[in-house]
């Protein structure tokens, strides 16, 4: 009857273990990251003028297109980066 017990304590624990504890938040999901990164980037008036497009996977972002100078390069790239959910900006970006 003991060996019984301990076999459910140690099956419900290692289920515990495996499932999470419940205390850590809920990964963000890939989809609203790049939504809120796209709508961030198109409130810029100077940015939703570029040809610029954002993927996002596992919290990292790649920025895609064309953009005229660098100076919006480096602006675009920092309003992802800060896009909470974003962990690392790839710049796959071109100049016209």
């Known amino acids: 009857m003991k060996k019984l017990m301990w076999g ?3 099956t419900v ?3 515990l273990g495996l499932a ?4 850590l938040p809920p990964p963000v999901e890939d989809q609203g990251v790049t939504k809120a990164v796209m ?3 198109y409130q810029d008036e ?3 003028r570029q040809v610029l497009a954002v993927s996002v996977q596992n919290g990292v972002a790649t ?10 390069r480096l602006r675009a790239k920092s309003i ?3 896009t909470p959910g974003v962990t690392e900006v790839l710049d796959e970006t071109s100049r016209r």
């Open 39 to 41: 709508e961030r980037l």
């Open 20 to 23: 999470g504890c419940g205390s």
């Open 46 to 48: 100077l940015i939703r």
């Open 63 to 72: 920025m895609h297109g064309t953009i005229t100078d660098e100076a919006l």
């Open 13 to 15: 624990v290692a289920g």
């Open 80 to 82: 992802v980066q800060s």
């Open 8 to 10: 459910c304590v140690l």
